[in-house]
T-cell receptor, first 115, second 110 residues
């Protein structure tokens, strides 16, 4: 069966520090991968999605970036964190794109607090 | 721009009651409509996916319906249990994106 791992579960970082969140999927190949952010009281915001190695689409221009160095690995990064980057970050995968009939499967999320 | 709204924002019911959660979307050109459950501090769990050509989907005590023409979906939970307490989110798929509502927080009391 397929599983998705996301770490760390919680993270407290000072403003201006770098960020690296990692997500890996097991039990499937060539998944579509997604990074979402969930801010308090707001819906999920799509940040990045990837349909293959090295293929990244950005939805929101900001100081975050994403990379997909391996088929089942998706990394969210920042060179300098802002206070506004605080939130709950969720990685997700699907067999095919969300416009198909493949449901989206989420990891357990990373709670990021920027101080 | 697709917008997804969920009403009510919060709902509290006694155990055993049947209940309906509502989801509305502004652009009817969706590929599918998905319902998720989120427990506090956790990720989302996929509950049901309704294709644009379907009217409803069922899984156990859950039944989701879709009316594209009116831009509405409902999630029906039969014989609610305390374990059903969670936030329920709907999401409409358009092009390569899932647009999420802000959720309905459900509390089922024993």
């Amino acid at each position: 069966s397929q599983t998705i791992h996301q770490w760390p579960a919680t993270l407290v970082q000072p403003v201006g520090s770098p960020l690296s969140l990692e997500c890996t999927v097991e039990g499937t190949s060539n998944p579509n991968l997604y990074w979402y952010r969930q801010a308090a009281g707001r819906g999920l915001q799509l940040l990045f999605y990837s349909v293959g190695i090295g293929q990244i689409s950005s939805e929101v221009p900001q100081n975050l970036s994403a990379s997909r160095p391996q088929d089942r690995q998706f990394i969210l990064s920042s060179k300098k964190l802002l206070l506004s980057d605080s939130g709950f970050y969720l990685c997700a995968w699907s067999v095919r794109g969300v416009s198909s009939n493949s449901p989206l499967h989420f990891g357990n999320g990373t709670r990021l607090t920027v101080t | 721009k697709q917008e997804v709204t969920q009403i009510p924002a919060a709902l509290s019911v006694p155990e055993g009651e049947n209940l309906v959660l509502n989801c509305s979307f502004t652009d009817s050109a969706i590929y599918n409509l998905q319902w998720f459950r989120q427990d506090p501090g956790k990720g989302l769990t996929s509950l049901l996916l309704i294709q644009s050509s379907q009217r409803e989907q069922t899984s156990g005590r859950l039944n989701a319906s879709l009316d594209k023409s009116s831009g509405r979906s409902t999630l029906y939970i039969a014989a609610s249990q305390p374990g059903d307490s969670a936030t329920y989110l709907c999401a409409a798929s358009i092009f390569q994106k899932l647009v999420f509502g802000t959720g309905t927080r459900l509390l089922v009391s024993p």
